[in-house]
């Protein structure tokens, strides 16, 4: 893919630094958290630290998931930015094979079967396949059994899930199928790929005129319409995601549905859920750019596509970092927007 034209927003070494500036100051940040955790007796009453020793910053697991990965691509992107030999100690300190194992053991429990399903599977997946395309394959090696178990609980619950879940959340099944689907690519997985692409059209296939009326949702940080659609773009063939397109969002010439155009206003930044619609007007951003990106040249709905990610990007990117509530995981976002349909 070629990167963004002169003039668009582009991912450069100094916001690299920036936002590895920001994500370093939160993923060792235990405090407040929000744990997803279930006690089976009261010995399972523990800090975060106690129950992941890697990923207990960040105000919750996921998010910490996610700034690890940032931090990972921002390495291999920009590995002269200032930040690049403190990201390399925390990553030598962090992915140890002691610690990977105490994640590995709270996963195994019984408790744990739908931990973070399929939001931090999604993630988990994603930073295994970062990790293994920077230029140290320790950190990639230490981190496999944890990203097998979670590749293996893909395998294990996508037969099972008769319906997709289509929120703006943490639960949507298209961002898990997307982001799982790189890391079938990257480890040639061809059952798990197959199962994946499968099961992208058994749920989402047979969509057409998708009219976008529940969006935004006053907590989305995803839009359900839009990463549907990247998830298709993923996993299926160019010809065939085109045609798939087509029916799917047939007034994209005439910028319909218009919400999806439209980026969305954030009254409260300090308020957690509220704060999710920056992270709404930057994943929109992504995935408008991935979508404009996936049709041909001649084709006038790109201009169209990229207007509107670069108007949702300009809506998000000044607030990055402010409150807590936001940035402890929004400049991922920015990172998935301006890089991520690149590279």
């Known amino acids: 893919m070629t990167g963004p034209a002169a003039g668009r927003a582009a991912l450069t070494p100094a916001l690299a630094e920036r936002f590895a500036h920001i994500a370093l100051g939160h993923v060792r940040r235990e405090y407040p958290n929000k744990p997803d955790h279930t006690l089976a007796g009261p010995e399972d009453a523990r800090t975060p630290s106690a129950l992941h020793p ?165 907590d989305d940080f995803l839009s359900s319409a839009l990463i549907e659609a990247e998830c298709m773009r993923r996993v299926l063939e160019t010809a065939e995601f085109e045609r798939w397109l087509d029916r799917f969002l047939p007034s994209i010439a005439e910028r319909q549905p218009a919400t999806l155009f439209t980026p969305a206003t954030v009254s409260d930044r300090t308020d957690g859920k509220i704060a999710h619609l920056d992270g709404l007007n930057l994943s929109r951003a992504w995935c408008w750019r991935a979508l404009a990106e996936a049709l041909p040249a001649s084709d006038a709905r790109r201009a169209i596509m990229e207007q509107a990610a670069e108007g949702h990007l300009a809506a998000g990117l000044p607030h990055v970092a402010g409150d807590y509530m936001g940035e402890h995981w929004l400049a991922t976002y920015a990172v998935l927007a301006l890089d991520e349909w690149t590279a």
């Open 54 to 218: 890697v990923f207990y910053g960040s105000f919750d697991w996921h998010s910490c998931v996610h700034g690890y990965w940032m931090l990972a691509r921002l390495l291999r992107r920009f590995p002269e930015i200032e930040s690049a030999s403190l990201i390399r100690a925390l990553f030598d300190e962090q992915l140890t094979g002691d610690k990977i194992a105490a994640e590995c053991r709270y996963l195994d429990q019984p408790t744990a079967r739908g931990f973070k399903r399929p939001y931090g599977w999604a993630w988990l997946l994603k930073l295994a396949v970062e990790l293994r395309q920077t230029d140290d394959e320790s950190w990639s090696k230490t981190l496999a059994p944890l990203a097998d178990r979670f590749a293996r609980r893909f395998g294990g619950f996508l037969p099972l899930a008769t319906y997709p879940v289509r929120v703006g959340t943490h639960f949507n099944t298209a961002f898990g199928l997307r982001m799982a689907a790189d890391y079938a690519a990257e480890m040639r997985d061809a059952d798990l790929a197959h199962l994946i692409r499968e099961t992208a059209i058994r749920w989402y296939g047979g969509d057409a005129n998708c009219p976008a009326w529940g969006e935004p949702s006053g």
